[in-house]
Antibody
């Protein structure tokens, strides 16, 4: 069955970066885009963007340009999202999802000094 | 960006009730509308895709419908396991956008 296994919780300092992963199994990795979604109590669910796992092409929500960088490692069927110049507003749970159907378990990122 | 206006934000209901949650799209999204269920500490679960199609493994008491730019999720004969937050998602145009969520809770 399709599984998306995300990396563990992150505690980061303001101004730093984190890179979270999403390892896929149970299907042909390069056949489906991986999207990333941010969830906070205040803003709800926000779409960050997607990566074409075959070509590496990306599409970002304007709001997250410069904040999120999506990459992929086809050899390990893993997608990555790097979040840079972190502020407390970046504290959230981040999900990866396969074509908005199957979701990872989420990664809690906490930004605090 | 396309705005998805979801209502109500909170929905108290009793077991066995029939309940309906609605999302209104600010632009035409065709049938590119999905409904998700989310329980505390869990990731969203796809319930309805293509506005009206039941996702795999979803009980038949769930259904989706469309009337113009209004999309509805209906749950017939509410069960305790249905208590959750429900979100709509439009995926017709990037960036995809979600409704603000409806918290379904026991009255």
């Amino acid at each position: 069955q399709v599984q998306l296994q995300q990396s563990g919780a992150e505690l980061a300092k303001p101004g730093s970066s984190v890179k979270i992963s999403c390892k896929a199994s149970g299907y042909t990795f390069t056949s489906y885009y991986i999207s990333w979604i941010k969830q906070t109590t205040g803003q709800g669910l926000e779409y960050i963007g997607y990566i074409n796992t075959g070509s590496g092409g990306t599409n970002y929500n304007e709001k997250f340009k410069g904040k999120a960088t999506l990459t992929v490692d086809k050899s390990s069927s893993t997608a990555f999202m790097q979040l840079s110049s972190l502020t407390p507003d970046d504290s959230a749970v981040y999900y990866c999802a396969r074509v908005m159907t199957d979701w990872g378990q989420g990664v809690m990122v906490t930004v605090s000094s | 960006d396309i705005q998805m206006t979801q209502s109500p934000s909170s929905l108290p209901a009793s077991l066995g009730d029939r309940v309906t949650i609605t999302c209104r799209a600010s632009q035409d999204i065709g049938n590119y509308l999905r409904w998700f269920q989310q329980k505390p500490g869990k990731s969203p679960r796809l319930m309805i895709y293509g506005a009206t199609n039941l996702a795999a493994g979803v009980p038949s008491r769930f259904s989706g419908s469309r009337s113009g730019s209004d999309y509805s999720l209906t749950i017939n004969s509410l069960e305790s396991e249905d208590m959750a937050i429900y979100y709509c998602l439009q995926h017709n145009e990037y960036p995809y956008t979600f409704g603000a969520g409806t918290k379904l809770e026991l009255k």
